[in-house]
């Protein structure tokens, strides 16, 4: 299954600009950026993303928080979820991993890479959900 929708909360607009044009201009997936957790917990009853690309610290709601709001909905709860970060210390790679992210990206990040990299984290999830769950 490749990996095609994504959903990306950030609260900064010049970094929203990038991912956007590295996951739609480079990569050609199909993107719905949202400015924070609520406007992300009101997109995703429209749009189901195959994965979704999370800020870590925002105003009002941050990522932690708008992911669990996120798995409140039926429809949510099995999608994979990356958190971008520019503190990435162990323990909060920790704290976002416990909370059921697949992967934590450092920010500053490579955009023209960022979407090849992406998939490869999709791909893993893919196969190691698989693993887990074997029909």
Known sequence: ??????????????????????????????LVACEGGNEAISQIDDFTPDLILLDAMMPGMDGLQTLVEIRKKPNCQNIPVVFMTAR?????????????????????????????????????????????NPE
Request: no cysteine; glycine share 4%.
């Open 88 to 132: 990435i210390q162990q323990s909060e790679k920790k704290e976002y991993l416990d909370a059921g992210a697949i992967a934590v990206i450092e920010k500053p990040f490579d955009a023209m890479s960022l979407g090849d990299k992406l998939e490869s984290i999709y791909q893993a999830y893919l196969t190691s959900a698989d693993i887990n």
């Open 1 to 30: 299954m490749a990996l095609d929708k994504i959903l990306h909360v950030e609260d900064d607009e010049s970094i929203r600009v990038i991912v956007e044009m590295a996951l739609v201009d480079i990569s050609g997936f199909t």
